[in-house]
């Protein structure tokens, strides 16, 4: 882990250069194989780059729904989270694809303490703490009911049949037979999950709740679920900070910049199912610190490089390395760039979304308004990215000085209501994604 400071802030300059222009010849010869056996078409905003689909199956896994996890250590503050005695989590989550098979990821990345799970269970939801019982299947991991994870350590359970249709909510019930507080998470689910009384009812159709802290908004335990889908499926990856996480959208609506996106574009011109998935953390930074969550840099490998079919990927960030760390404009720069060349080594598309204003906030200071233009214009600048949506332009409101988010899209001026999320996700050209 590493925290940039301004002082530092050359050196890691000269050191990003160094490892862009070594990774330069890498994208090229990506770029070149990818013009020879394969002539992708050309979308609005875009050079059309886009990892080749796999030949060898019809279907494969693919990426429904994930979440960016991090320390529950945030901003150097513990967050509260519950603490499970003998007792059943039922998440709610939102599956961006569709397939026939299902599987799940458990997980206790960053965390410092041991995860038991006794049983799990995955269904399509009914409503709030009820699943559609015909759908209720019984996960195993490598053939157990259960499973133990220790500090760090992930794991995919075995595959069951389930038929998911696109764009449904679909309930994942753990089971924690001893006593377990959550030392890793993702703090803004979006969705109203459950916690249960004593007792393993990952089976039952309506979870018993608690007495007493029986919901939660948190992502605990899972952080992935993969679907048996079309192997030409593709996937477009959305990186950034709280506005692509979420911070205002309402709760259950499934209204985020990048479920607008997902539920405007569930095929492609070409037929192939599309999925966007969110890898949103709030207060998150691109580059210069990884007090909440790892940075964007250091993370980009595990949230976007690492999922099968991404063909896009879309970077919002950098405005908490402003408003957190005043580092310089070129910093945040040099990591896009970073970011670029990763992602045309690996033949992805890899588009930039302006930095929205923050005049009228906490964030607004004249110092990093200057840096924040500079870093749009850089975006805005053609060859940097491979396309840009101008989130700015679609809500700033013109007749403000400094520029700041109209009032009618922004909870507290620094990120969108409602409305705004909607604004930005139905500006996004859909021909960047073919």
Not at 230 to 255: E, F, Q, R
């Amino acid at each position: 882990m590493i925290a940039l400071t301004l002082c530092g802030a050359a050196i890691y300059r000269r050191e990003m250069r160094a490892k862009l222009a070594m990774r330069a010849m890498v994208g090229c010869a990506a770029a070149l194989a990818l013009l020879l056996g394969n002539s992708p078409g050309i979308g609005a905003q875009t050079l059309g780059r886009g990892r080749p689909t796999a030949q060898a199956s019809t279907e494969q896994w693919v990426d429904a729904w994930g979440a960016s996890f991090l320390s529950t250590t945030v901003n150097g503050l513990v967050q509260a989270v519950p603490t499970f005695r003998n007792q059943t989590y039922r998440l709610n989550l939102y599956s961006k694809l569709g397939g026939t098979q299902v599987r799940v990821k458990l997980s206790d990345k960053f965390a410092t303490n041991t995860l038991m799970v006794g049983a799990a269970h995955i269904a399509l939801r009914s409503s709030s703490n009820s699943i559609q019982p015909a759908t209720d299947r019984a996960l195993t991991f490598s053939g157990q009911p259960g499973v133990t994870l220790t500090a760090g350590s992930e794991t995919w359970s075995d595959p069951v049949t389930l038929t998911v249709p696109q764009h449904v909510t679909v309930a994942v019930s753990t089971y924690v037979p001893g006593t377990y507080k959550a030392t890793t998470f993702h703090p803004t689910g979006l969705h109203t999950s459950y916690i249960s009384r004593a007792g393993n009812f990952t089976a039952s159709t309506t979870l018993p709740l608690a007495t007493f802290a029986n919901t939660t908004t948190l992502v605990l335990m899972v952080s992935g679920l993969q679907v048996w889908a079309p192997s030409t499926s593709k996937v477009a990856v959305a990186l950034g900070d709280s506005i692509t996480d979420g911070a205002c959208a309402a709760n259950n609506a499934n209204a985020t910049w990048p479920d607008v996106l997902s539920a405007r574009l569930p095929v492609l011109a070409s037929g192939n199912p599309f999925a966007v998935i969110n890898m949103g953390i709030g207060s998150n930074r691109l580059v210069a610190s990884d007090l909440a969550g790892p940075s964007g840099v250091h993370r980009f490998a595990d949230d976007v490089l690492a999922r099968p079919n991404v063909g896009y990927v879309i970077v919002m960030e950098g405005i908490n390395d402003i408003s957190y760390h005043h580092v310089a404009a070129s910093t945040i720069t040099d990591a896009y760039a970073l970011l670029v060349s990763q992602a045309h080594a690996a033949g992805l598309s890899i588009y930039g979304a302006t930095l929205l204003p923050i005049g009228n906030s906490s964030k607004y200071t004249v110092a990093n308004e200057a840096t924040r233009q500079a870093v749009n214009s850089w975006i805005r600048t053609p060859g940097n990215f491979d396309g840009v949506l101008d989130f700015e332009a679609v809500v700033v409101d013109p007749a403000t000085n400094p520029p700041r988010i109209k009032s009618n899209l922004t909870c507290d001026f620094v990120h969108p209501n409602a409305a705004g999320y909607a604004a930005l996700g139905n500006s996004i050209p859909l021909g960047l994604f073919t």
